[in-house]
Nanobody, 114 residues
Framework: QVQLVESGGGLVQPGGSLRLSCTGF????????MGWYRQAPGKQRELVAR??????NYADSVKGRFTISRDNAKRTVYLQMNSLKPEDTAVYYC?????????WGQGTQVTVSS
């Protein structure tokens, strides 16, 4: 089972950008559907973006602003976040899914505030 390590969170002003990274250790990385989820205080965890092969899916709230990509040689998935809004503030989690089995990263905090 793959283990995931995230990085790249932080504090950014509204309208700014951040790039999150998630590296997988163990398992056959190319087989996994990779996703980014987020959880804001008092809210349920929600899907932000997912990539499987060459197919990507995004939550409506981030379409046109966020881009998910993966580099299989580096066993890493990225989330480029542009035009950030205060409502994007949350803990962002990386997920690796293969069939009914999934792994989660430890989460990285993203705070959008002036």
């Amino acid at each position: 089972q793959v283990q995931l390590v995230e990085s790249g969170g932080g504090l950014v002003q509204p309208g700014g950008s951040l790039r999150l990274s998630c590296t997988g250790f163990g398992g056959i990385f190319t087989l996994y559907t990779m996703g980014w989820y987020r959880q804001a205080p008092g809210k349920q965890r929600e899907l932000v973006a997912r990539i499987s092969g060459g197919t990507t899916n995004y939550a409506d709230s981030v379409k046109g602003r966020f881009t998910i990509s993966r580099d299989n040689a580096k066993r890493t998935v990225y989330l480029q976040m542009n035009s950030l809004k205060p409502e994007d503030t949350a803990v962002y989690y990386c997920n690796a899914a293969l069939g009914n089995v999934g792994s989660w990263g430890q989460g990285t905090q993203v705070t959008v505030s002036s």
